[in-house]
């Protein structure tokens, strides 16, 4: 779903930088339309079972269902939150810009990742995704 036409001065300021620093002068902010959590979870199941199959850990937190498949609004305290525009200079259309729009807890993933817990973390179609499963791998001793 595309909004409307926007210059670049009424965004937020850290997006106005950015998109400026591409050559645009307005932007159309793109938010993906609702869907609902089945159909999240199967266009996620999907795609991991096509890119993340060869992690350690993966095929069998699919077969024995410790994979866990949230949204990334699900753990706000990550700050896993992404922005895309379509980007336009003189009224034409110039191009697209997709890039962070949270403040990644770092510390927080590291942490989790100590735990022994592989996390996958994106956008797939403008839907923000944290995906988790064991992978013993990753452990650290205490």
């Known amino acids: 779903m595309r909004g409307p036409l926007t210059k670049l001065t009424d965004l937020p300021a850290a997006d106005a930088e950015k998109l400026r620093a591409l050559g645009a002068d307005a932007a159309v ?5 609702d ?13 991991g079972k096509q890119h993340w199959t060869g992690l350690e850990g993966f095929s069998e937190a699919l077969a024995n269902g410790t994979l866990k498949i949230q949204r990334a609004s699900d753990v706000p ?3 896993l939150s992404h922005v895309q525009y379509d980007l336009y200079k003189d009224g034409n259309m110039v191009g697209g810009a997709f890039f ?4 990644f807890n770092k510390d927080l993933y590291l942490q989790i990742q100590a735990q022994g817990i592989r996390q996958a973390t994106g956008s797939i179609n403008g839907y923000d995704y944290y995906v988790t499963w064991p992978d013993a791998t990753l452990a650290k001793a205490a």
């Open 29 to 33: 902010k793109v938010t993906a339309p």
């Open 77 to 79: 305290e990550l700050g």
């Open 35 to 47: 869907i609902s959590d089945d159909a999240f979870r199967a266009m996620m199941l999907e795609y």
């Open 100 to 103: 962070g729009s949270g403040n």
